[in-house]
């Protein structure tokens, strides 16, 4: 199993640091250019809701993203210690409902979805929240 | 280093943007000043050109939907073009093709615009 870890500050204009860290460990694991392209989106949507809802654009506040990989799965881990970010409200949009009515926003998370093979969320007292992204290697 | 650029130019009366580079979060709000720009000045037929987007996400593509509806209501549209597959990919993830005419060709989109109003 190996393990690499990126601290950024909570500004939007190091999301495109995020996605080359993942997007570079995910390369040497072994995915493929449009698998690259899906995680390195999840995780940039993952972050920017940490940013937007978690912080508020706090800029002073940090994210960590820890990757592990090994045993043909990709976990990108992202912990904050903001506001919790409760997903378990959450529903699908009907999309064809949701452009009908030029509705705007909350679109991260379903994509986060659809594009892993996993998503789950961690909230335990006295630790920071984490959001996992999982995706699994198939050969 | 900048790593999202618009430009903006008219043909028939028809405004075109070229979008060049990653429309993120944090480059999302220049692509609203953008829009914000030509309806402030009653410009509400729009072909936006993606020939040179490397990247969006659903920050990028909230803009999209945060001008559509006003842009309608005065007769207008706004059409896309020249997407890769890798940004395609992320509209149809999301059904905007239900909503949005994705065209091969910038051409096609202002043809479009042209034909109707003919």
Redesign the interface.
């Known amino acids: 199993m190996k393990t690499e870890t990126l601290h950024i500050e909570s ?3 190091r ?2 640091a995020v ?1 080359d860290f993942v997007s570079a460990a995910a390369r040497e694991f072994g995915f493929g250019d ?1 698998e690259i ?1 899906k995680i390195a ?1 999840a995780v ?2 993952a972050c ?1 809701n940490v ?2 809802h978690a912080y508020k654009f706090e800029p002073d506040k940090t994210l960590t993203v820890t990757v592990q990989r090994g045993n043909g799965t990709f976990e990108v881990s992202i912990r904050d210690t903001g506001k919790r970010f409760d997903p378990s409200g959450f529903q699908p949009p009907d ?2 409902e ?3 009515h ?4 909350g ?2 998370v ?2 986060m979805k ?2 892993m093979d996993k998503v789950e969320y961690n909230f335990e007292p006295g630790k920071p929240n984490e959001v996992r992204l999982i995706k699994y290697l198939t050969p | 280093m900048s ?1 999202f650029k618009i430009g903006v130019r008219e043909t028939e009366g028809i405004h075109v943007l070229e979008l060049k580079g ?1 429309l ?3 480059t999302a709000p220049k692509l609203e000043e953008a829009f914000t720009n030509l309806l402030t000045s009653n410009r509400y037929r729009i072909v936006v050109n993606c020939k040179d987007l490397s ?1 969006i ?3 990028g ?2 803009v999209f ?2 001008y ?2 006003d842009v309608r209501k005065n007769q207008g549209d706004i059409k896309l073009s020249n997407m890769s597959p ?1 940004v395609y ?2 509209f149809d ?4 093709p ?2 949005y005419e994705i065209f091969k060709e910038e051409r096609e989109a202002l043809r479009k615009f042209v034909d109707k109003t003919k």
Do not use: C, P, Q, W
Request: hydrophobic share 40%; charged share 25%.
């Open positions: 500004k939007t204009e999301l495109i996605r449009e392209s989106l940039d949507e920017t940013i937007k999309m064809k949701y452009l009908s030029f509705r705007r926003g679109l991260g379903y994509l659809s594009l | 790593e990653y993120d979060a944090h990247y996400s659903s920050a593509l909230g939907m945060a559509i509806e890798k990919n992320v993830l999301l059904g905007f239900l909503l």
